[in-house]
């Protein structure tokens, strides 16, 4: 099979979830022996030696943008389509790749079928004008989870039967490791108990509750040390939130996490406390658990199919702010508790939420759509 994917971004450094998504299961896809062609603009970077890839420039030296790309895109698809005969087209974003595959397949009556992948949607007007249009014009939309095709389907009025629930997967690198020392030194965790949320510091990963919580955590336990992860536009707010709610001492704001660092920070946690209003996946709630930490997270968006509730770590209601507060003392003071959620965390991902697993179930949606495709042509004929 060989799959034209025009792309945004694939950086080997990202901490996108998204973008990561992308990167390592267009890589687990290749390895299965999928030749991938991936139009790219010249000034990105992607992973170099990756068999079974090929990378197209695009005549551009910045980033996509999206009311662009539906003109840039569908001339140099086109001319990729006649050079190899790519077998099905693929749109990683529906805003930004979507519209233009739809244009290049009817413009240029490419014969191919198109299959896109979404996570889920944040409030925009546009989604009713564009995604909405999108999903219900491809051949197959590939979800991350459940909650993702039942917010499209209620928000969007999509079939549910257009999608394909295929999980994320997780790298094996994210595992159990020692405290890495020079970071229990910088950020002065030396014999305390750490709480961890890393991710990006954005609106929807309710990070003002995030802190609301701790401060009620830290009244009982005056030994223990929030360490938020990650850059974004709420850094600073957050930081002025935390002054003023008397948190200085308690919290660590560490900035940018790099990619490469992320499981030496999961390995200084005792607990992952993560109350995300909304997920599409939860990347990093799964990286965690990777790690063999237990989980303290929200009972919205997809996170209940992420994490087993009460074997590996506990779901909670974002509007009863005390049920995180009484699980995350509890976890931090049952030690064999923590070591028992750890195993089974980890044992989950193994078994769930792998590349392995994800570029299969992927595999075979693709070829299912392939398929029925070529069954409809030969009918048409």
Known sequence: MRICSPHCGIDPGTTSGGETYERELLRALAARGIQIDILLARHKRYPDGVANWTIHRLPIGRGL??????????PLIKRLYDADRFDLLRAHSLRYIG????????????????????????????????????????????????????????????PPEKFAVVYYGVDPRFE????????????????????????????????????????????????????????????RPLRRYAARRGLERSV????????????????LADVLLFPSAME??????????????????SDRGSLPEVVADEEGGLLCDPDAPETFVRRVLLLLSEPLL????GLANRERVDRLFRWDHCAAATERVYEEVLDAWRRRRAQAR
């Open 176 to 235: 159990r490791r020692p405290r890495r020392a020079e970071l229990v030194r910088r950020f002065g965790l030396e014999d305390k108990a750490v709480v961890l949320f890393l991710g990006g510091l954005k609106r929807r990963k309710n990070l003002f509750l995030l802190l609301d919580i701790w401060s009620d955590i830290t009244r009982q336990r005056a030994d223990a040390r929030l360490v938020v992860a990650g850059a974004g536009p709420l850094l």
């Open 338 to 341: 923590r070591r028992k959620f």
């Open 65 to 74: 943008r999206w009311p662009v790309a539906a003109l840039l895109l569908p």
């Open 99 to 158: 519209p233009a595959a739809l244009l290049a397949r009817r413009r240029y009556r490419l014969e191919v079928p198109i299959v896109a992948h979404h996570h889920h949607l944040d409030a925009s007007w546009l989604n009713p004008v564009i995604e909405g249009p999108v999903m219900r014009a491809v051949d197959r939309v590939v979800v991350g989870s459940e909650f993702g095709r039942r917010q499209a389907a209620r928000e969007l009025g999509v």
């Open 280 to 297: 599409g996946f939860g990347l990093g709630v799964a990286e965690a658990m990777s790690c063999e930490l237990p989980v303290v997270v």
């Open 252 to 267: 660590v704001f560490t900035g940018y996490v790099r990619e490469e660092e992320k499981v030496d920070y999961y390995n």
